[in-house]
Each structure stands twice: as structure tokens, then as C-alpha cells.
């Protein structure tokens, strides 16, 4: 049997890079799940106040984000969907996990340093929970006994450090209490920013363009496809390297036609070699509406829709309190509190 866990913040409208990273995945191991596998999907609203949060917004957030991960096709009667702060024994367990975790490792991990990075000369401003955010995520997973864990690439070293600390775990207490997961890096493991392609498509990036939004307008869409930064190079080649910008516009078309007749981005950008700029964005634009105006339009139907998403948050954290107390109960019982 297995059991796919997988989060993510509820800090705005999730992003193209999201859904093809991630949130596609999950809608996929949801329709090919077999009878004997789990799926649990968390809003992790306890990782967004790592950094400062307005309380009425992150509300609203939470809100918004419950009724996407209904609008791009998960099913509250297939998978556990809940708000991660619901479930005390997540914050409980990664108490218990900070207990064996080496603070030099979470010191190296690349978020905490990217973040850090500007803050140098004030070590006032750098908190506590954004250097254990990865001890937190850690609890997420192994509390609900995941094996396997969708994420985009950035993820990755997060999840290493989840089997780590586990396995750690395992090694000092006695047994195999604790499950080291699988991470499940999707296909499209990076999308890059429109305005910045050498950076990743992020939430919290300062230009709204930069980024496609799951509730954009086809007319937003297109705008920011055709703002997209890429080079004044003849014709169409993929060269991630030597043509980021290109490359990532090649990226987006292959990874969001749900038909792709093409078994690489070479042999894609081939076909493409011929068209203009104007061209290929237009194609671009074209495929991504058409893989996403369902999300858009499911969206708006559910966010309007208050007592159903009670009921699937309630529905959901009362599955997922169940799973996690029985992790609970052997980790209380290997570490000597029960
Ligand atoms: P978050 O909320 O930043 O992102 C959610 C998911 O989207 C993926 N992703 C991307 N994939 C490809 N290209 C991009 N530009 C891109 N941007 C984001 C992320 O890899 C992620 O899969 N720490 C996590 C949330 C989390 C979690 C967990 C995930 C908390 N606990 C346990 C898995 C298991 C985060 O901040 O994701």
C-alpha cells in the first residue's frame, strides 16, 4: 500500500509553475490510485506565517486555496485535503523531531540561505521557524506515514532531510517507526519566471508579470506570454542554457499539451524552429488557456460555495487527525513519553 502526501502554502493564487511542478501530479496519482493507496493533501498554512502574514488575508488565502485544489479536480471523497494547523500533531511531532535535528545541516539548506542572504547584518530579523521550516515539513510527511511525496525540484532537498531525520530517528529509538518517503520530482520540475529565466516562477516575486496565475484571464494569459523575456536570436532552438528564456516559453508548451506528440523538448523545438517570436508565443498562450479554463471556471463556482468547503475541511481534517495519531502513538511510545 502506499500513501502520496504532499503541501502546499496557502499564500495566494498557486501559479503555472505550481500546477505543472505539483498540483497536476496530484491530480493524476488521485485517478490512477489503486483501492489500497492513500492520498493526503495539505494547505500548509503553519509554513506561510514563517515569514509575516496579515491575518485577514492569510484567512482569506487559506480559502481561496481550498476551493483551487477542488477546482483543479481533487476529490474529498478520494484524497484527505485539510488545513495543516487543524492537526496539532504535526507541530507536535516536529517538536519531537527537533530534538535529533542538527541545526549545521538546516543551516546549509539552500532556502534558509537564500532568504538569509539579504539579512546578513540583522540577525534580529531572522527567525526561529523559518531556519526549522524543513524539520516542520519533515513532521508533515513522516506523520501521516507518506511513501511517496510529488513536489516540484525545489522541494527536493527538503525531502532528503525528511528521510534523513527519519532514518536518524529510526537508528536512535529502535525499530522502524518512522518512514523514509520516496520524493516524486514531477516532469516539469522547474518553471522559470517570464521576466527573470534564469529564476524560478515564484508567489512572492515583485512583478506580477513574471508569473501566470490558475485564475488569470485568457487575455491576462496572452499578455504575459507576450512580455515573456527571451533574445533576439533567429528562429526557435532549446537551449536552457544559452537561451533561458526560449527554452522555458519551450518548457511551458511541451509540459501543458495534454496530448504531447513529441517524446522531447528537442524534438518539440524542432518542429518550432521555423516560427517567429510572435509565433511561438501565440502557440504557447494557446495551450496553456486551453489546459487551464477549466481550473478557472471550476474555481469561481466553488470558491462562492462557504458550507461545501466547511464540510470538505472538516471532513478532511477528521481523516487526517486519524492518521497522524497513529504515528503519534509509536513515536510517544519509542521516545519514552507514553
Ligand atoms: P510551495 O507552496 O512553495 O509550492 C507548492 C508546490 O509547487 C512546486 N513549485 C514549483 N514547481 C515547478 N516550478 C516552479 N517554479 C515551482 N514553484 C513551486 C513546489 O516544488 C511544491 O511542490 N515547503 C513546501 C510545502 C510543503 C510540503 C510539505 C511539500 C510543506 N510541507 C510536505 C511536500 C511535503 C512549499 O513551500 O511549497
Not at 519533515?138 to 525540484?153: E, F, I, K, S
Not at 516532469?187 to 519566471?193: D, K, T
Request: aromatic share 6%; with cysteine; glycine share 6%.
Amino acid at each position: 500500500p502506499k500513501t502520496i502526501f504532499s503541501g502546499i502554502q496557502p499564500t495566494g493564487v498557486p501559479h503555472l509553475g505550481n500546477y505543472l511542478g505539483a498540483l497536476r501530479q496530484w491530480v493524476t496519482l488521485q485517478s490512477e490510485a489503486a483501492k489500497d493507496t492513500t492520498l493526503v493533501y495539505s494547505l500548509v498554512d503553519l509554513h506561510a506565517i514563517t515569514v509575516q502574514q496579515d491575518p485577514k488575508q492569510l484567512q482569506q488565502w487559506k480559502k481561496e486555496s481550498l476551493a483551487m485544489l477542488l477546482a483543479i479536480g481533487l476529490d474529498p471523497n478520494k484524497s484527505t485535503i485539510f488545513h495543516q494547523s487543524d492537526i496539532p500533531a504535526h507541530a507536535e511531532l516536529m517538536w519531537i523531531l527537533s530534538c535529533q535535528a542538527s541545526t549545521g545541516y538546516l543551516g546549509r539548506m539552500t532556502q534558509w540561505k537564500d532568504k538569509t542572504a539579504n539579512e546578513k547584518d540583522s540577525s534580529k530579523k531572522l527567525k526561529l521557524g523559518l531556519l526549522s521550516y524543513p524539520v516542520l515539513q519533515a513532521a508533515d510527511v513522516l506523520v501521516h506515514r507518506a511513501t511517496h511525496v510529488p513536489v516540484g525540484h525545489d522541494q527536493a532537498q527538503h525531502l532528503e532531510f525528511a528521510r534523513e531525520l527519519a532514518n536518524g530517528f529510526n537508528h536512535t529509538f529502535g525499530g522502524d517507526v518512522l518512514i523514509p518517503p520516496e520524493t516524486l520530482i514531477s516532469p516539469a520540475r522547474r518553471v522559470m519566471s517570464l521576466k527573470d529565466p534564469m529564476a524560478k516562477m515564484s508567489k512572492s516575486h515583485p512583478n506580477p508579470n513574471s508569473r501566470i496565475l490558475l485564475t488569470d484571464s485568457e487575455e491576462t494569459i496572452r499578455r504575459k506570454i507576450k512580455a515573456a523575456v527571451t533574445d533576439s536570436m533567429d528562429g526557435i532552438t532549446y537551449d536552457p542554457e544559452g537561451r533561458p528564456g526560449v527554452s522555458n516559453l519551450i518548457d511551458i508548451l511541451y509540459h501543458s499539451d495534454a496530448h504531447p506528440a513529441y517524446s522531447s523538448q528537442d524534438e518539440l523545438a524542432k518542429d518550432l524552429a521555423d516560427l517567429s517570436m510572435r509565433e511561438l508565443k501565440d502557440r504557447v498562450a494557446d495551450t496553456v488557456e486551453t489546459s487551464i479554463k477549466h481550473i478557472r471556471a471550476s474555481y469561481a463556482h466553488f470558491l462562492h460555495d462557504n458550507d461545501h468547503l466547511d464540510s470538505v475541511a472538516a471532513q478532511g481534517a477528521e481523516k487526517a487527525a486519524k492518521s497522524a495519531a497513529i504515528t503519534m502513538k509509536a513515536v510517544k511510545s519509542a521516545v519514552g513519553l507514553s
